[in-house]
């Protein structure tokens, strides 16, 4: 079985996610910049989009395009990306935004400033905001991945 463009497009994002979300848990800070985080996730979104579009017709469950070890890993990516991206929002983990100014470090709710921080916590706090980006974009590439598997190609 053989992979196809959309489907080693996406790979690539699960593997650059990962990347990101490792290094986050090694450094305790982001790897990328803010800006970054809605990249991947875009990126993410238009290949699924692209393989609605491309992949018509009916499901083939026979013959699939994807090797066992390819469902493995769109499986653990669309699940790991989905607690990802779901655990900071339901612990309220990063509830506020977070701001870097005049070398000081806040948290801010609905514009009040809640609380002072410090660097190590200011970075943790963007280490989590980017995992949850991070997690929205691979379970999106993970989902890409299985979907294009099980589509019939025109």
Do not use: C
Not at 50 to 75: D, S
Not at 141 to 150: E, K, M, P, R, V
């Amino acid at each position: 079985m053989k992979l196809v463009p959309l489907q080693w497009a996406s790979l690539v994002v699960i593997f650059i996610d990962a990347v990101v979300v490792v290094s986050g848990f090694v450094t305790g800070g982001p790897l990328l910049p803010r800006s970054a985080n809605v990249v991947l996730t875009v990126i993410s979104l238009a290949l699924l989009a692209t393989t609605v579009v491309l992949t018509r017709g009916g499901y083939n469950f026979e013959k699939p395009t994807l090797p066992v070890w390819a469902v493995v890993v769109a499986v653990i990516a669309f699940f790991g990306g989905a607690f990802l991206f779901a655990f900071p929002l339901l612990t309220d983990t990063t509830a506020g935004s977070f701001e870097h100014s005049d070398g000081k470090y806040r948290e801010s709710k609905d514009g009040v400033v809640v609380r002072e921080l410090d660097a190590e916590q200011y970075e943790a706090a963007m280490a989590a905001n980017q995992r949850g980006w991070a997690g929205l974009a691979v379970a999106f590439a993970g989902g890409t991945l299985l979907y294009a598997g099980i589509r019939h190609r025109r």
